[in-house]
């Protein structure tokens, strides 16, 4: 840059890279739409899996979008930016994190038509927005409202997560587990219900097969009992919870005790004992048979607690406490000199069993337990971390209809319903603006026509019948990608919460229209750009 005088005027250090205009939008768009087509091929129950390998060989093996995107090494500012809309996604929904990135890459596709024809990004951003919005006051306008007591529908919305994931194969038994344990730990609250899926801990040990997975009416503690004499089984538990060391303090400040005598060594251990025979005999006095400490147990302690037939488990997470207070009823104390026996929970049964080599306690049998444990098997680890991860996303969807009772059918069916009614909304607009807004409608196809290629149908013959059907005012139309045809999704059971959608929508538009209104990228001199490729989609393997 020059003054009048024409001497430089050094504004940036020297090495920046800068990215300008049309180049700059071309090289972002580009780069997220890599990460779309990326986990593209992920989508629905007919999607493909991916083989993440890292730098210490570590292998994950998944079909879930964010765990895709969080295991690569995104470099590119504006995939990075994609990343964030499948951990936006999973945190407010628990699912439908592919679905999110590919319609913000869709999306982008379109702009990139729009600007190749001159249109401004900042029309095509506001006609985007009014599009998102639009959308979004459809889905809720088609969303039906369920009843959160119907264990069928919410079976139906289990197994829809579930399906094309490695759960697959016992969908049907994880479903009756996973609704099980949310209506066990959802509570009323005025109209509506409260859940905190925190109280749900998901186990996973290898051994078994899926089938063997099971939901536990209390809570599963990876710990065992601290001394070898001490009972493995207590039927009719009554429990104790302490945040309390059974331990002799040490003094807060630094102190020391001079002695100059075996006597008084001897004095010192006899006092110690005692106050450890103390702490045990007001144990035995609340009438505990067993106990959960979150802190540590002395050796003395451990023999003397073992001498009156309680269990003692010690150094037990403080997650893990809270969750036991709310399965078995109880108080978490760091006192005790305020033990009662109104503050001991209730199990009927503890157990201590050997599961993959690890010892582990059992808490069941719980009265009315809001916490509760799903023990996840499978016979490797690749396979049990794929089950989790489906459990996780079913659990997130069941816990989504839970508070919001509102639903949609799958199979690209509500994002054929929208972009219908989008294009209809287009022709009522006036500027160029109606053209963004009918490029989001376009954009939303891009869920059945993944759908159908990712079942290795023709996308287009699946589009077409899905438009005759939507315009003949079949709401609820879309992809059967095992029979090939478009079907009432609703009466073939593939349901969804309607949050997924309206979450994904917003997400991706969002993103989108940020990306677009970037049109300068200057990167320090550290920073390492990479490189636009050529032309077209090849060679993009680069950006990541």
């Not at 994190?97 to 900042?122: C, F, P, R, W, Y």
């Not at 201590?352 to 690890?358: C, T």
């Not at 478009?486 to 309206?502: F, H, R, Y």
């Amino acid at each position: 840059m020059t003054n009048g005088t024409n001497q430089p005027i050094i504004v940036l250090p020297e090495g920046f890279q800068r990215n300008m205009g049309r180049n700059a939008q071309r090289t972002n768009i580009l780069a997220a739409r890599v990460i779309a087509d990326t986990v593209r091929t992920t989508l629905g129950p007919k999607g493909m899996d991916k083989m993440l390998v890292d730098s210490l060989g570590d292998v994950v093996v998944t079909n879930d979008g964010v765990t895709i995107l969080e295991e690569m090494e995104i470099e590119h500012p504006a995939a990075k930016m994609m990343v964030e809309i499948a951990k936006t996604q999973e945190e407010e929904v628990g699912d439908g994190t592919t679905t999110s990135v590919v319609i913000a890459g869709e999306l982008l596709k379109k702009a990139e038509d729009l600007l190749d024809q001159n249109i401004h990004s900042s029309v095509i951003s506001k006609g985007y927005r009014m599009a998102s919005e639009k959308a979004i006051e459809i889905l809720n306008k088609i969303g039906k409202i369920i009843d959160v007591n119907d264990t069928d529908i919410l079976e139906k919305i289990a197994i829809t997560a579930m399906t094309g994931k490695n759960a697959e194969m016992s969908k049907d038994k994880l479903s009756k587990i996973l609704v099980t344990a949310i209506k066990q730990v959802t509570e009323k609250d005025g109209d509506g219900y409260t859940l905190d899926l925190d109280n749900i801990k998901v186990e996973k040990k290898t051994g078994g097969g899926i089938d063997d997975s099971e939901l536990i009416n209390g809570l599963l503690i990876d710990k065992e009992g601290v001394h070898s004499d001490m009972p493995k089984k207590v039927e009719k538990a009554k429990i104790l919870l302490l945040d309390t060391a059974l331990e002799v303090k040490e003094p807060e400040t630094d102190a020391k005790i001079n002695i100059t005598s075996p006597t008084q060594l001897q004095e010192f251990v006899e006092q110690e004992e005692k106050m450890l025979k103390e702490m045990v005999e007001k144990v035995k006095k609340s009438g505990a048979n067993v106990v959960f400490c979150q802190k540590g147990i002395d050796d003395i302690a451990q023999y003397h607690l073992s001498k009156a037939g309680i269990l003692a488990i010690r150094r037990v997470k403080k997650s893990d406490m809270e969750k036991l207070a709310k399965a078995i009823s109880g108080k978490v104390l760091n006192n005790l000199e305020e033990i009662t026996t109104t503050d001991l929970g209730f199990a009927g049964l503890i157990e201590q069993q050997k599961i993959a080599g690890d010892e582990m306690t059992f808490v069941r049998r719980c009265k009315n337990p809001k916490a509760v444990t799903i023990l996840v098997r499978g016979g490797t680890n690749h396979v049990i971390d794929e089950v989790e991860r489906a459990v996780k996303d079913a659990l997130g969807d069941l816990a989504s209809v839970v508070k919001d009772k509102r639903v949609v059918a799958g199979g690209g069916a509500p994002e054929m319903e929208v972009s219908k009614e989008l294009i209809k909304y287009s022709q009522t607009l006036q500027g160029r603006e109606q053209l963004a807004v009918k490029a989001f409608a376009e954009a939303l196809e891009v869920i059945p026509r993944t759908l159908a290629e990712n079942a290795g149908f023709d996308p287009i013959d699946t589009l077409v019948q899905l438009k005759a059907e939507h315009e003949k005012n079949n709401l609820w139309a879309g992809v059967d990608v095992f029979m090939n045809k478009s079907v009432d999704m609703w009466e073939k059971g593939v349901i969804e919460p309607l949050k997924v959608k309206t979450q994904a929508v917003q997400s991706a538009s969002e993103v989108s229209i940020m990306i677009l209104r970037i049109d300068d990228v200057i990167a320090a001199s550290k920073t390492s750009m990479p490189p636009m490729p050529p032309q077209g989609m090849g060679g993009m393997g680069g950006m990541m």
